[in-house]
């Protein structure tokens, strides 16, 4: 009995580490975004002025909102605008938008099938189990998708941005863009910096034409 429960925890042991190793790699995995973008008359940047303003009046004057029109503001700058600190003065208005979804269940194969000999709620044992194990993470439920006949249920989520830019002057629509991932993160503090970078790489772009950006991880961006 003794021999087959430390079996079944070296073997716990081993699907641990296996498992830290993926989430690891998925962590440096690359960001990829689709973008749409559509313009008309968009000046080029010959120093025009601008101001980033939320294009959800709810979320005028909030920090967040703040912190992430900061990311826009500095990709405008680098493209040749200038900013102003009064959206009553700027020539372009830049309307800023962003989110994420409740998220939704995805189910596949991990081709690894579960030993007939473990039970995720009973441990390893010669008939199959050695009575409940106690504490840690399975005494409340939790549920490992490697015990699970080889099948991995996960949750993803859709972020997105959306950018338009218009003559403060006359109102008129000069640029709209979206860029949206599917991503099994749900935290705006990753994805906004991630889907602002794919809205100006290569931009304006091309008008009408809807493009897969991708983003290189955050170590390889270091290098």
């Not at 920090?63 to 900061?70: C, H, L, N, Q, T």
């Not at 309307?95 to 995720?120: A, L």
């Not at 490992?144 to 859709?158: A, H, R």
């Amino acid at each position: 009995m003794e021999n087959h429960a430390k079996s079944g925890i070296g073997r716990l042991k081993l699907v641990a580490v296996a498992a830290l190793v993926l989430a690891l790699s998925a962590c440096a995995s690359p960001f990829r975004a689709d973008v749409s973008r559509f313009q008309s008359q968009l000046p080029a940047p010959a120093g025009q002025s601008f101001a980033v303003v939320a294009d959800d009046p709810n979320m005028t004057g909030g920090i967040e909102f703040g912190r992430y029109a900061d990311l826009v503001t500095a990709q405008m700058t680098d493209q040749g605008y200038s900013l102003v600190e009064d959206p009553e003065t700027a020539q372009l208005l830049v309307r800023f938008d962003y989110g994420v979804d409740k998220g939704r269940e995805r189910i596949r194969s991990t081709g690894i099938s579960r030993s007939p000999y473990w039970s995720p709620w009973y441990g390893y044992g010669r008939h199959g189990y050695w009575g409940p194990y106690r504490g840690g993470l399975w005494s409340y439920g939790w549920h490992d998708p490697w015990f699970d006949n080889g099948i991995d249920s996960y949750t993803v989520y859709t972020s997105g941005i959306d950018v338009k830019i218009d003559r403060r002057a006359d109102g008129t629509r000069l640029f709209e863009g979206t860029a949206e991932a599917v991503s099994r993160s749900n935290k705006l503090q990753y994805l906004v910096p991630n889907l602002v970078e794919a809205m100006f790489t290569n931009f304006p772009g091309n008008s009408g034409e809807t493009v897969r950006i991708t983003i290189a991880p955050e170590d390889k961006k270091q290098n």
